[in-house]
C-alpha cells in the first residue's frame, strides 16, 4: 500500500472531476487517490464510478460541508499520510515527491503545503494559500505571495521551505496521526477557516506547518464556493469562532472586542457600496457567535493556547495605511 492517500471532496462537482481528475490521477503516482462524495445529486459518483471503477469512493449521507465531510470520509481511509485537495486544483507532474520527502527531513512538521498558484494566470499567486498563509493578531489572514488582494507574481522568491502558521484548504498534506490526535476538523465550521483553525491547534501543541517552494499547484479559485452572502457569513462567524477557541484567555476580550469593531467597519463598507446582502451577512454572523458563544468557548476549555500566533499585530493598517502590498515590505 501506498504511503499517502490522495483525498478529495465533491458535492456535485462533476464537470471539475471531468477537467481535472485524469490528471490528478497520472501526475500522482505516490498516492492513492480517494473521492469522498458529499451527497451530490448531479450524478458525480456514477460518473466517477463508471471511469474510475478502481478507486476508492466514499458517499455520505449527506452534505456535511468541508469539515464534517472531511472528517467523516476519512474515518475509512487509513494511510500514513492524508493529501487534501480540492476538486479545482490541477496538479502537475512530480508534484508530490517533494512534499513526501520533507515529512522526513523536517520531523516535526506535521502539515505540508506546495505553493498554489493560479489556474488562469499560472505566474500568479492564487488567492487562497498562496506560498503559505499567516495571521495578525486580531485573526486577518495574510499569505506569502497575497496581502489582502494584492496578489505577486511567482518569481521564486519564497522558493525557499519556509514555516507558515496556516496551510491552505485547497491542498496540503498532513501525518493521519497528527489529525486524529487533533481531532480532526472542527465539524460546526461547516466550511472556510477550518484549516486555519486546524494548523492553529496544531501550533499550540508545538507542531509545524511549513511551505514547499519546489512543489506548485494551480486552483481554480472560488470554484467549489464562488463569493456570495453565504462565504462572508461562514467567514466572519468561523474566524470569531476560531479566536474564541485559540487565543490565550488574558487576551482573548480585548482581541475579540477589536475584531468585532472590525467587522463592523468591514459592514459599513459593504453597505456603502450598496452590498446590502454582505452587510447583513457579518451581523447575521456576529449574531451566531453571541448565541453559540459559551457553546464555542466549552471547547476551547481543554485547549493549549500559546500567544506567538501572530506575524504581525495589525495587516490592514501595514496595507492600507503603511501602503506595504508586498510579504516582504512586512517586518516581524
Excluded at 492553529?200 to 508545538?206: K, P, Y
Amino acid at each position: 500500500m501506498k504511503p499517502i492517500a490522495l483525498v478529495l471532496l465533491n458535492y456535485n462537482g462533476i464537470e471539475l472531476l471531468k477537467k481535472f481528475i485524469n490528471d490528478v490521477i497520472s501526475n500522482s503516482l505516490e498516492a492513492d487517490i480517494v473521492l469522498i462524495d458529499n451527497n451530490s445529486i448531479d450524478n458525480s459518483v456514477k460518473w466517477f464510478k463508471k471511469h474510475h471503477p478502481k478507486l476508492q469512493c466514499i458517499e455520505l449521507k449527506e452534505n456535511y460541508g468541508f469539515a464534517k465531510g472531511y472528517n467523516e470520509g476519512l474515518k475509512q481511509v487509513k494511510y500514513e499520510y492524508y493529501g487534501l485537495l480540492n476538486t479545482d486544483v490541477w496538479v502537475p507532474k512530480n508534484w508530490l515527491k517533494p512534499l513526501l520527502k520533507s515529512f522526513d527531513t523536517y520531523p516535526n512538521a506535521a502539515i505540508i503545503q506546495p505553493h498554489i498558484l493560479n489556474q488562469k494566470k499560472p505566474n500568479y499567486f492564487e488567492y487562497a494559500g498562496a506560498a503559505g498563509g499567516y495571521i495578525d493578531k486580531y485573526g486577518i489572514t495574510f499569505c506569502r505571495g497575497r496581502i489582502i488582494n494584492k496578489l505577486e507574481e511567482d518569481l521564486g522568491q519564497y522558493d525557499k521551505n519556509e514555516e507558515i502558521f496556516w496551510a491552505s484548504g485547497a491542498c496540503f498534506l498532513i501525518r493521519s496521526k497528527i489529525f486524529w490526535k487533533l481531532e480532526g476538523f472542527d465539524n460546526d465550521f461547516f466550511a472556510h477557516q477550518e484549516e486555519i483553525d486546524l494548523c492553529w491547534r496544531a501550533h499550540n501543541l508545538g507542531y509545524k506547518t511549513l511551505a514547499v517552494g519546489s512543489s506548485k499547484v494551480y486552483h481554480v479559485g472560488a470554484a467549489t464556493l464562488p463569493l456570495s452572502a453565504k462565504k462572508v457569513y461562514l467567514n466572519h462567524r468561523n474566524s470569531l469562532n476560531m479566536i474564541l477557541k485559540n487565543v490565550p484567555n488574558k487576551n482573548r476580550t480585548s482581541i475579540l472586542t477589536y475584531r468585532l469593531i472590525l467587522d463592523g467597519a468591514i459592514g459599513l463598507f459593504f453597505f456603502f457600496k450598496l452590498k446590502f446582502s454582505y452587510t447583513w451577512a457579518i451581523i447575521q454572523a456576529h449574531f451566531s457567535f453571541y448565541k453559540e458563544f459559551k457553546y464555542v468557548k466549552s471547547k476551547s476549555n481543554s485547549l493549549i493556547k500559546k500567544d506567538d500566533y501572530f506575524f504581525i499585530k495589525n495587516i490592514l493598517l501595514e496595507y492600507y495605511l503603511k501602503r506595504k502590498r508586498y510579504f516582504t515590505d512586512l517586518h516581524k
